[in-house]
Every structure is written in C-alpha cells, then in structure tokens.
C-alpha cells in the first residue's frame, strides 16, 4: 500500500536547529538551498530531503551518512542503495504553501499538492485536454475553480509517475476526477497520487520535523 506523509513547514524551530538540519541532507540539496531568497522556499526543499532520510533510515535501518542519492535522465531522484527482501523503496515529493507531503510505494509513485488560490481558468485551454477543459467548463460556477485543482494535480501526480519531466506534455493525455485519487487536504489544498499495482492511502500521517531529524541523527 502507498503510504503519504506530510510535514508543516511552519512548525517553529529555533535558528540552531535549523542550521543542525542543514548538516544531514544531500550536498546538491544544500546547494539548491543556498541560492533561495526565501526561507520558506529552503525550508520545503530542506524538509522534503529530511522526510525522505528519515523514511529510509525507519524502514531499511540504513544509516543516514549511507543513502546515497542518484537521478534519472530527467532529473528524478531515486535512492541507490535501498532495497531489502526485493521490496523497492520508490518516493516522490511535492510541496504547496505550507506543506511538504511524501509518497512511498513498492511501485513508481507521482504525488502532486497545490494550495487552491483564484487563478485565471483560461490557463487551463494551454494545459489541459480537449475533454477536460469542457469537463471543467460544464461544472457549477460554485465549485470551478476546486475542480481546476482536482485535474491540475492529478495530471501533475501522472507525470511525476512517469518520471520524464516537461518531455511529457500536459495537454497530450486526460485524467478522471471522478476516477482517481484526489483529495482535499486540510481544506485550502488539493492532493493528488498516481501509481499502478498498489492500494491507496486511507490517511496521511503528519510528522513532526524534530521527530524526523531524531530518527536520522
């Protein structure tokens, strides 16, 4: 079964933690994080590494200073030394406002999350298919913009899946609302995850980013 995590970038920590975290993750995460304006933008880049150690160091009992990270031609990361019984260990992260949020499956996983602000819909007549966009417009002004966020993050989620990056047009293949597995997450955010051969979640469990940090250390 899949299993999605999520961590609140808001979470108070002290500067001295903060610089302590910075010490566990990748060196190409390190750098990418150097060269943000924005402490909230470090921080879902920084979390998101965290939360991905933390869950390999749970499940495969493989020590931090041991994961070694390596990426797909398009950039997808995978984790290198971490299978165990033949059971593969494949994550995918995605971050929105608030939330970093985490899939892990035994199977290739695309997670999607977007917080739901008003955005123009004609967007969607450069990104979505034929059928989704008159799908969109036919529904009830009230829950328009929702239903926006329900196919963008789910065709995000697919491509995700698929691994390959913007080689993959938005517009080339269509996704179900009604079909697959979107949510709404705490309300002002939508969440979305495509896999094959597996179960989906029933929840998402919230972690602490302390908790995860003792885990690694």
């Known amino acids: 079964m899949i299993k999605v995590y999520a961590v609140n970038i808001n979470e108070p920590i002290s500067s001295d933690d903060y610089i ?6 990748a060196d190409e995460n390190l750098n990418k994080i150097k060269k943000f304006r924005f402490i909230e933008d470090s921080k879902r880049t920084l979390y998101g590494d965290l939360m991905i150690r933390y869950l390999v ?69 450069d990104f979505f298919s034929k059928s989704e966009y008159t799908k969109l417009m036919s529904v009830s002004e009230n829950i328009k913009l929702n239903y926006f966020y329900s196919i963008w993050t789910l065709k995000e989620s697919y491509i995700k899946f698929l691994g390959k990056g913007l080689s993959v047009l938005l517009d080339s293949f269509s996704v179900c609302v009604e079909k697959d597995f979107v949510i709404d997450f705490y309300k002002e955010y939508k969440l979305a995850i495509y896999t094959e051969n597996d179960e989906f979640p029933k929840k998402i469990e919230i972690l602490k980013i302390a908790d995860i940090v003792k885990e690694i250390i």
């Open 57 to 125: 160091c749970k499940n495969f009992n493989i020590l931090n200073k041991h994961i070694k990270y390596r990426y797909n031609e398009f950039g997808k990361p995978y984790i290198l030394n971490c299978s165990k019984n033949d059971s593969i260990f494949e994550f995918n992260i995605s971050h929105s406002g608030q939330w970093v949020v985490c899939a892990i499956s035994k199977f290739e996983v695309g997670i999607d999350i977007e917080k739901i602000v008003p955005i123009d819909l004609n967007v969607a007549l």
């Open 20 to 25: 302590n975290f910075l010490s566990h993750i």
